[in-house]
């Protein structure tokens, strides 16, 4: 059997017709629960914050956003701290151009964005895999062993190096199924 990363945005039908029999499951911050829990908008909590000994965020996406500098604004701890799954994109119309990410939060280094994909965002996402999901994972293994199964996302881009479109977690969950991770630069743990 084999997992499939899809487009949310493609039709249900559409999906329908090119994975038939597959099991459908939403892993965006609009899916259902049990599934929404592996989006990186949901707030597990106690995140540890690569780079940053000590601290911790609520989501993987909120970590993220609260370490992006812009032109025109720096960190954002305030990100760290958001639980409603909402309210935390920081965008280049509000704020001027994304310069990179600030290696940690006391940190002088910008990151490059496929750094930062590998010092910020993969630390942070694997270690939600490893600490909080760890039941989802084992269902979506168990319905992979009985029928091919289809994840959900926005983006579809699994690969860290590819900076033409956004990194698809989902892309990343069927990676640590397949137990194919990306090469990451290991940050202990805060």
Known sequence: ????VVSRRRGA?????????????????????PWVRLSPFFPHGGIPLPLSPGMTGESVEGIWQAL???DAADVDLGKLRVTSMGGLKRTVRRFG?????RAGVEGGELLAYEVARR????????WVLENRVGAELDELRALDGRQ????????????VADLSSPLSHAALVRR????????????PAG
């Open 97 to 101: 151009a994304v310069r990179g990410h």
């Open 13 to 33: 039908v559409g999906i329908a017709k090119a994975h038939p029999g597959a099991v459908v499951v939403d892993v965006t911050s609009k899916g259902p629960l």
């Open 68 to 70: 992006k500098v812009f």
């Open 176 to 187: 640590w199924l397949e137990d194919d991770w990306p090469e990451e630069v290991m940050v």
């Open 119 to 126: 010092r910020i965002y993969l630390p942070a996402y694997r």
């Open 1 to 4: 059997m084999a997992v499939h």
């Open 148 to 159: 091919d199964v289809v994840l959900l996302d926005y983006t579809t881009n699994g690969d």
